[in-house]
């Protein structure tokens, strides 16, 4: 394994640097992001349209694609940092919300539904001035 380290040293440092970059992109991003969810976006049965289906087809498909790659270079960025330096499972949390896929908007709804979560989401509203984020009851 330091044989292998060794003679990959700059793959190694590149990938020691994108983990560092990519820990302090997710903890300006994830606040940053948190807040700006309307406050009522968890209590639809079906994930309320936002302005990328306002959007042209052709600009549609363009931004969505963009959004599912760069969602999935950060879950295998976060995979990686499991073992380099970073926040791995907040970046790997991260990428897969940039995913689109079935079932992803209940998941959020669950995840959110966590007391931890939803108070923690509510404290960083709170500090900027945001309304509380509302969550409807689990079923």
Not at 19 to 33: D, E, F, Q, R, T
Not at 63 to 80: P, Q, S, Y
Not at 97 to 112: M, N, S, T
Request: charged content about 20%; hydrophobic content about 55%.
């Amino acid at each position: 394994m330091f044989d292998w380290i060794k003679d990959h040293g700059t793959l190694v440092a590149a990938l020691g640097a994108a983990s560092v970059l990519v820990l302090i992109a997710s903890v300006i991003l994830a606040p940053a992001l948190v807040v700006r969810i309307p406050a009522d976006y968890f209590t639809h049965a079906r994930r309320p349209s936002g302005w990328l289906a306002r959007q042209r087809p052709a600009l549609q498909l363009l931004l969505r694609l963009g959004k599912n790659v760069l969602g999935g270079v950060l879950l295998l960025a976060g995979i990686a940092m499991l073992a380099l330096p970073g926040q791995g499972l907040l970046t790997m949390l991260l990428g897969f919300f940039l995913l689109d896929g079935p079932g992803k908007y209940r998941f959020e709804k669950w995840l959110v539904r966590r007391r931890w979560v939803h108070r923690s989401i509510n404290w960083l509203r709170v500090r900027r001035g945001r309304e509380l984020l509302q969550v409807t009851a689990s079923k």
